[in-house]
């Protein structure tokens, strides 16, 4: 079975978008934190399957827990960017995500002492209405992206978007989409986040091997806080709420399944190793 790609979009049980009274920037250094536990367990995790991941580090989080970057660096995982101030791209100007994704790569760069070719965008914002999106994350030096969610979701997605990695404009960034798999004649993701803590895991594997019969990589994705199901809860409507907090108790599980049955591995690894996807130098 070809290798498929493993991510941590690291942040913290209040960095939740797109909710009425949500914590803002200035706010969240007097909240508690849990991301430094959750994100070492997850590291303790990979350490035990011995598996290398990409962390797609919140500039914000790699600014106050600077180790925690030094140490999935010294464990030998990849380091990425998921912006600085967690914002949705399309609520931002052109400027205002060159200056956010701009400054989260220096950022991770300075503490990680190498190269961040990667951006991930929170909750997948990139949409018809950020037609920019590529051509500036170009300008603020990455090398690849993975924020294309080909179909339909509450925030972001391009449901006709391409479904395998491919280069922008034939030569510009290099996009790997969120992994979607056909089901009941539309296309889902079942790889990550809530749809990972909702799906049975039978399902999840089901679609996962499909996926990988395709010739396409399956790119799974976890949050730290989803294997804490003891996390403080931010006030929501109840079906959010669902979506935010359902199966918490069951991830831990799901993600030792994953390990154990799927050689999963970083972006850098499949990008270096896939002959279709042309190699380029990261921009300094």
Known sequence: MQNSIFSVDVEDWFHILDIPGAPTLAEWDRLPSRVEKNFIRLLDLFSEYRVQVTCFVLGWVGERFPHLVKEAVARGHEIASHGYAHRLVYEQSREEFFADVHKARLLLEDVAGAPVAGYRAPGFSTTDETPWFFEVLAEAG????????????????????????????????????????????????????????????????????????????????????????????????????????????????????????????????????????EKSHVVA
């Not at 990972?196 to 999840?204: A, C, D, N, V």
């Not at 003891?230 to 831990?252: D, I, Q, W």
Request: aromatic residues 14%; contains cysteine.
């Open 142 to 277: 990455y090398q690849y992206d993975s924020s294309l969610f080909p179909a339909h979701r509450s925030h972001g997605g391009i449901p006709q978007g391409r479904r395998d990695p491919y280069r922008v404009n034939g030569d510009g960034i290099l996009e790997l989409p969120i992994t979607v798999a056909d089901f009941m004649g539309r296309g889902m993701c079942f790889f990550g986040g809530g749809y990972l803590r909702f799906f049975p895991y039978w399902l999840i594997c089901k679609k996962a091997k499909e996926v990988v019969a395709e010739g396409r990589p399956v790119v799974f994705y976890i949050h730290p806080r989803e294997i804490d199901p003891g996390h403080p809860r931010l006030p929501m409507k109840s079906t959010r709420a669902f979506k935010s907090y359902v199966n918490l108790a069951g991830t831990e599980a799901k993600l030792r399944s994953i390990l154990r049955d799927f050689p999963v591995t970083t972006f850098q690894q499949v990008i270096n190793s896939n002959p279709k996807l």
